[in-house]
Nanobody, 124 residues
Framework: VQLQASGGGVVQAGDSLELSCVAS????????LGWFRQAPGKERTFVAS??????????YYGDSVKGRVTISRDNVKDTVYLLMNSLKPEDTAVYYC????????????????WGQGTLVTVSS
């Protein structure tokens, strides 16, 4: 499983940004796909995920981003997107794409596949 994230950059507070992650190496229709983030000196935390398989399309959001981000997936392109609106300086972090064979990708546990991360910097 390989995950290639892109779309990070430097934006101003209040701006929007969309991240994308292309998955390769297997068939991802049964995988949950999602995003975590890690700010400097802090633990990696859950942002959003969307189920594959039986619960296909079920979405989960972290409390800190709920209402400001939308996750979506395209199974034809094996790509997951994260649209972030009303960005705040506290959203500054490295954003990691993740995949899990199974539902409910909401914790960074064993079995999760990780991409290389893309840096999002929000200036005030």
């Amino acid at each position: 499983v390989q995950l290639q994230a892109s779309g990070g950059g430097v934006v101003q507070a209040g701006d929007s940004l969309e991240l994308s992650c292309v998955a390769s190496g297997t068939t991802f229709d049964k995988y949950a796909l999602g995003w975590f983030r890690q700010a400097p000196g802090k633990e990696r935390t859950f942002v959003a995920s969307v189920d594959g398989g039986w619960g296909y399309g079920t979405k989960y959001y972290g409390d800190s981003v709920k209402g400001r981000v939308t996750i979506s997936r395209d199974n034809v392109k094996d790509t997951v997107y994260l649209l972030m609106n009303s960005l705040k300086p506290e959203d500054t972090a490295v954003y990691y794409c993740a995949a899990l064979l199974g539902p409910r990708l909401t914790t960074a546990h064993t079995g999760v596949y990780w991409g290389q991360g893309t840096l999002v910097t929000v200036s005030s």
